[in-house]
């Protein structure tokens, strides 16, 4: 299944996708390089300070128990979060 994590990040809207298996509702074991690429999508400045990941985004919002686990959305294929800064 193919997973699309849009991201409302300091930086504006970043989407990633990843392929998973497993059933909706389920928390499947992310691979090395899943890991890898969910880490670097959440700020795309190389010299920024920032420190947005997708990762850690999905963890504040209870959507990954721990940085190797991603709960599955139970309806669609999406899942949307925000960054650790205020929003609007």
Do not use: F
């Amino acid at each position: 299944m193919k997973i699309t994590i849009t991201h409302n990040g300091a930086h504006g809207y970043t989407d990633c996708s990843i392929i998973v298996q497993g059933n909706p509702g389920e928390e499947v074991k992310l691979t090395n390089s899943q890991i890898k690429k969910l880490d670097a999508a959440g700020c795309p400045c190389s010299q920024c300070t920032c420190g947005e990941t997708l990762l850690c985004a999905l963890s504040d919002w209870g959507l990954a128990d721990d940085p190797h686990m991603i709960r599955i959305p139970e309806e669609g294929s999406e899942i949307k979060v925000n960054g650790n800064y205020p929003q609007q």
